[in-house]
């Protein structure tokens, strides 16, 4: 083997030594070579879905339907695990007339850089001090009050672990198939509810599956910041609403309720429940709009049940832009001495026409005082309005909104026979 070097050397060390290397973290250690691998993988973490529950049991005759599995995802950080050995140029030249000898001169120093390797790899499961491999996410509380579980044959289980909390264990001793309870000593909340089934003697038991709880309250999502959506109350018009009531458990936190009032914030304030419960926020001035919404913000989470119906609010009637009252009829010949007029008004005038018979005989304007509402009068109009059909025309203006008009009309021509008919 003259011509055997360091090329050669090179060559030959992965030859022999590459499937050594392989099994550093297959055949070589047992717990290592039970772990799924992904060789292709550079990045930094990997996302997996995880099984976190499965039905089965043992038993003979017809099979229980299985429960749906449930899974969580998981996020493995990724580690980098190295060994290095050296093997000198001296005992490569030495070894240079025999690749066997290469190869025994090499072996033992490979052989521990395997362990070393090993034992880097397992310490990697236990860094922490805990044992995890990561961590994972799952979503929607709910509130369970009793969970029912059935059991079969003449076993006894134990239910000892409900969301990763330790409960009360319970056993159960039934000599057939038949659903059995367990019920929490408090308020339970929590994502995965479930437990472990463990016999107390050598008899083994038949598990049928959980069956879905009678009372269950499927809880909001936890936020630590929530905007609330517009809420028009079921009414497209503006109004006046003093308190704006709200379902909320702050969980014995401070949230800060910001109110928003057709897209203008208002005075903040601060609600801190210890339970799910309706709190109050009180207006300290006037508060009108048609679009009610807030922000929720805390430090800590919180549950938003919604916004309720608010009570002993004004309403405005729709705004409007144009509008009319009439035609009213008069049973004989009319003329109308004047009007009266209660509206809101977002300007400073309001324009009107008046027509009798469908004739235009008169216009005017209004002053108006803005987004206060009052009521108008118009009471010097030309003598010569007259007829059996009238109607008044409003506007084109600024958004008004008009409650009631009444017309003052002498009926029968004289002074002295003034009447006040409201327009329907």
Do not use: C
Request: charged content about 20%; glycine content about 8%; proline content about 5%.
């Amino acid at each position: 083997m003259a011509n055997f070097n360091l090329t050669d050397s090179s060559a030959l060390f992965k030859t022999k030594f590459g499937k050594l290397s392989e099994n550093a973290y297959n055949s070589a250690n047992v717990m290592l070579g039970s772990i799924k691998k992904e060789y292709n993988f550079t990045g930094d973490e990997m996302k997996v879905a995880v099984p976190t529950f499965f039905s089965g049991g043992v038993g003979s005759g017809s099979l229980p339907a299985a429960s749906v599995a449930s899974a969580v995802k998981a996020t493995i950080s990724s580690k980098k695990v190295y060994a290095v050995t050296e093997y000198d140029r001296e005992a490569v030249k030495a070894a240079s007339s025999n690749e066997g000898a290469f190869v025994d001169g090499l072996k033992w120093n490979v052989q521990k850089t395997v362990e070393a390797f090993n034992r880097n790899a397992s310490r990697i499961l236990f860094a922490d001090g805990t044992g995890a491999l990561g961590t994972t996410t799952a979503a929607d509380f709910v509130d369970v009050t009793g969970t029912t579980f059935g059991v079969g044959d003449t076993a006894s289980a134990v239910i000892t672990a409900a969301s990763w909390v330790d409960y009360a264990p319970l056993v159960f001793s039934t000599s057939e198939k038949r659903t059995v309870e367990y019920f929490f000593p408090d308020d339970t909340i929590g994502i995965d509810i479930g437990g472990t089934l463990e016999a107390l003697t050598d008899t083994p038991f038949e598990f049928y599956g959980a069956i879905k709880p009678q009372e269950i309250e499927v809880l909001p999502p936890r936020l630590e910041y929530f905007r609330i959506p517009e809420n028009n109350y079921g009414i497209p018009a503006k109004k006046r609403i003093r308190t704006m009531p709200m379902e909320i458990n702050t969980n014995g936190n401070d949230v800060t309720f910001t109110p928003i009032v057709d897209g203008v914030a208002g005075t903040p304030a601060t609600f801190n429940t210890p339970h799910r419960q309706t709190v109050l926020y009180y207006f300290t001035t006037d508060s009108f709009g048609i679009d009610y919404s807030g922000e929720l913000e805390g430090d800590e989470a919180f549950e938003f049940y919604g916004l309720a119906q608010p009570v002993d609010v004004e309403i405005l009637p729709v705004g409007k832009k144009f509008d009319q009252v009439g035609p009213m009829e008069l049973d004989r010949l009319g003329k109308l001495m004047g009007f009266r007029i209660r509206l809101l008004h977002t300007s400073t005038s309001l324009p009107f026409k008046i027509y009798m018979n469908d004739v235009e005989m008169w216009a005017g304007t209004i002053p108006t005082t803005p987004n206060v509402l009052k009521n108008y009068e118009v009471m010097r109009v030309p003598k010569t309005i007259m007829g059996t059909s009238l109607r008044i025309e409003f506007g084109p203006s600024e958004v008004f909104h008009r409650y009631w008009v009444v017309a003052r009309i002498n009926l029968s021509g004289r002074n002295t026979d003034n009447q006040e008919i409201p327009f329907k």
